[in-house]
């Protein structure tokens, strides 16, 4: 069973960092690509990070440029975003989730519809 569990979060003050944890199993993370999103209530959810199979690209949103990065771990097969010089517009629930329908592919998207299988969230809040 394709399964997403994330770690981290919490409450960090503006200028701070975090990092988030996402750990697959049931299967092979690194040939997949892992895509790491944000939501507010009441807004849609916004593609902020992604990483391709085998890490050959990353991209990040304008938003987080700069400032968050993303990463595997294939040994763990788990996946992480680093987070630095935090905002407080950066608060949120952030998700990691699975392009599963592309094997291999070092296509990156921020589009949540191409992504299958998705993390239970974690919340990030930002104080100023």
């Known amino acids: 069973e394709v399964q997403l569990v994330q770690s981290g979060g919490g409450l960090v003050q503006a200028g701070g960092s975090l990092r988030l944890s996402c750990a697959a199993s049931?299967?092979?993370?690194?040939?997949?690509?892992i895509g790491w999103f944000r939501q507010v209530p009441g807004k849609e959810r916004e593609g902020v990070s992604c990483?391709?199979?085998?890490?050959?690209?990353?991209y990040n949103a304008d938003s987080v440029k700069d400032r968050f990065t993303t990463s595997r771990d294939n040994d763990k097969n788990c996946l992480y975003l680093q987070m630095n010089s935090l905002k407080p517009e950066d608060t949120a629930v952030y998700y990691c989730?699975?392009?599963?329908?592309?094997?291999?592919?070092?296509?990156?998207?921020?589009?949540?519809?191409?992504?299958?299988?998705w993390g239970q969230g974690t919340q990030v809040t930002v104080s100023s």
């Open positions: 989730a699975t392009d599963y329908q592309d094997y291999r592919s070092t296509y990156l998207s921020t589009k949540e519809d191409e992504y299958d299988y």
């Open positions: 049931g299967f092979t993370s690194d040939d997949y690509a």
């Open positions: 990483i391709s199979s085998n890490a050959d690209s990353t």
